[in-house]
């Protein structure tokens, strides 16, 4: 499984844009990004997963170069209650689905 | 909304004791999952499960650690002889479609060893 590297930590402030980027420069052809947030004492909660080039969901946006080598995760407009860990993570399901899980970024949003 | 439920939501025991922790995931999902935290530190994968029978584990899974599904619904982590180095928070998962990237994770299960 590709390592993936992410900023320990980030602060924003409410209303602003976030963006999280994810380097995982030893993606396989095989492999999908995954996001997850968690709170604490809260289990891990699926964001979004993408390939390549861009998804969106309601919650977030996932942008993916072409060379699949970095990955960010923007939210946009943050509030108080989007502090929590966010884990950027890389999958290949021809493993079992099994999802491996680095330090992630904490992300701290204040008023 | 389905969610998965554990349970307890704390345990406390004492070390050499065995420990059984409890998932229902939800109902029409085929493949489960148990992850730890420790406090303060990532979650690690501990063992993945699919047509009753174990698709892959960890490291950290050795042999005190089994995993059952003995119904239709629950699917358990049996620790056999806990060790302090076990407390940590235990989170169950489950999935329709792993392919998807979507695990629904569970609350999660204290065990604190003393």
């Known amino acids: 499984l590709a390592k993936t590297t992410q900023p320990i930590s980030m602060d924003s402030y409410e209303g602003q844009e976030v963006n999280i980027t994810c380097s995982h420069n030893?993606?396989?052809?095989?492999?999908?990004i995954t996001w997850y947030q968690q709170f604490p004492s809260q289990g891990p909660r699926f964001i979004i997963q993408?390939?390549?080039t861009k998804v969106t969901n309601e919650v977030a946006s996932l942008f993916i170069p072409a060379d699949r080598k970095s990955s960010t995760l923007s939210l946009p407009r943050v509030s108080l209650s989007d502090t929590a860990v966010y884990y950027c993570?890389?999958?290949?399901?021809?493993?079992?689905?099994?999802?491996?899980f680095g330090q992630g970024t904490e992300l701290s949003v204040k008023p | 909304e389905p969610e998965v439920t554990q349970t307890p939501s704390h345990q406390v025991t004492q070390m050499g004791q065995e420990v059984i922790l409890r998932c229902v995931p939800i109902?029409?999902?085929?493949?489960f999952y148990w992850y730890r935290q420790i406090l303060g530190q990532k979650v690690e994968f501990l063992v993945s499960?699919?047509?009753?029978?174990?698709?892959?584990k960890s490291e950290i899974f050795d042999d005190q650690f089994s995993v059952e599904r003995p119904d239709g619904s629950n699917f358990t982590l049996k620790i056999r002889s806990t060790k302090l180095e076990d407390s940590a928070m235990y989170f169950c998962?489950?999935?329709?479609?792993?392919?998807?990237?979507?695990?629904?994770f569970g609350e999660g299960s204290r065990l604190t060893v003393l």
């Open positions: 109902s029409n999902h085929l493949y």
């Open positions: 030893n993606i396989a052809t095989n492999d999908y």
């Open positions: 993408g390939y390549k």
């Open positions: 499960f699919y047509n009753n029978e174990i698709s892959e």
């Open positions: 993570l890389v999958a290949n399901y021809n493993q079992g689905g099994k999802l491996i």
């Open positions: 998962a489950s999935s329709r479609d792993p392919s998807t990237g979507e695990l629904f």
